[in-house]
């Protein structure tokens, strides 16, 4: 319950800016129109958050015939999570990487990468999709999917509003509106992301009941995706905050979409403390470890393109 209060306060805060960033520009009759734009924009996105991003990225839907172990796999978790069986969804893409998309559990889809499936082994992919299955049921997709359009939008007007601005406007205001308000919708979508990776790392643990293979998972995927590029993030920045580790491979900052990966892999190795797991060998974790995203080799169930042995 704090946890949305503090989801709809921030995705006002976003609102706001936009509105604000459109007086400046515009005065009165600009704030209004920026009003109406975020209006429509999160009524858009509502419906179609989804199918925004799985085209985006190029996704193509599999199923029991398709990918047996990979949907049969998702299927087991949904089941487990209490969640109707989402849509899924493989990505023709060497960037190891996953996310969730949909505006309710009912409309929900999950989404990986052959990347992904070429550099994990079964137990930490099954941990990486009860992550994603767990931003599904906490309800997360939608929001962070609306504040990565809003941010977007904002950071947009401001170009526009540099390029167009008016003779009589204080130049002053012109710089807040160009440098600040975008930077403001950054830090709060980034605020957004980051909370909301915690607890989606502990409830996917809880689903996949292996806290362990997560924290491999994430130490073998923030290296592979620091390591190969990913067209889609570099496009569209905001939607960098998607994915289970930053779509952008940037070392972990203060301006990272997500947490550090090492705090991540240490509060799940305390889950998994709890839960009385044994320990499971950090393969990728150690500085300078190798991590390489393998070619096209013979077919398997769980990636179905090839990517894997």
């Given at each position: 319950?704090?946890?949305s209060?503090?989801t709809?306060l ?13 007086f ?15 209006a ?24 029991a ?8 796999l998702?299927?087991t ?10 849509r ?15 505006r ?6 999950v ?8 550099i ?7 941990a990486?999709m009860?992550h ?7 309800r997360?997709?939608?929001i ?8 977007g ?7 526009f ?7 009589n ?12 308000a ?9 605020a957004?992301s980051r ?22 998972a ?21 939607a960098?905050s ?9 070392g ?7 947490p ?14 709890e839960?009385?797991q ?7 974790s ?13 077919r ?10």
């Amino acid at each position: 319950m704090l946890n949305s209060l503090k989801t709809l306060l921030l995705l006002s805060a976003l609102t706001a800016l936009f509105m604000a960033l459109g007086f400046m520009l515009g005065g009165p009759r600009g704030a209004l129109i920026a009003m109406v734009l975020a209006a429509g924009m999160n009524l858009f996105t509502y419906w179609n958050a989804d199918r925004i991003v799985l085209r985006m990225h190029d996704a193509h839907e599999v199923d029991a015939r398709s990918a047996p172990l990979l949907y049969g796999l998702v299927n087991t978790l949904a089941m487990r999570a209490g969640l109707p069986m989402p849509r899924v969804y493989l990505i023709d893409s060497p960037h190891p990487n996953a996310f969730a998309t949909g505006r309710n559990p009912e409309h929900a889809a999950v989404a990986a990468t052959t990347g992904l499936l070429a550099i994990l082994d079964r137990e930490e992919v099954e941990a990486v999709m009860a992550h994603e299955l767990a931003h599904v049921r906490n309800r997360d997709t939608l929001i962070m999917t609306m504040t990565a359009t809003i941010a977007g939008a904002i950071s947009f007007l401001a170009n526009f509003g540099f390029f167009f601005r008016g003779e009589n406007r204080n130049p002053i205001a012109m710089i807040a509106a160009v440098v600040l308000a975008p930077f403001a919708a950054m830090l709060v979508q980034m605020a957004i992301s980051r909370t909301r990776e915690y607890i989606a790392d502990r409830s996917g643990a809880e689903i996949s009941r292996n806290p362990r293979a997560l924290a491999t998972a994430l130490a073998k995927l923030a290296q592979g995706a620091a390591r190969v590029p990913n067209p889609v993030a570099q496009q569209n920045p905001a939607a960098a905050s998607l994915y289970i580790v930053p779509g952008l491979g940037r070392g972990d900052s203060w301006f990272s979409t997500h947490p550090s990966t090492e705090d991540r892999i240490a509060a799940l190795q305390a889950i998994a403390g709890e839960m009385g797991q044994l320990p499971r060998r950090l393969v990728a974790s150690a500085p300078g470890a190798n991590v390489s995203v393998p070619r096209s080799r013979k077919r398997s169930a769980l990636d179905p393109l090839g990517r894997r042995d």
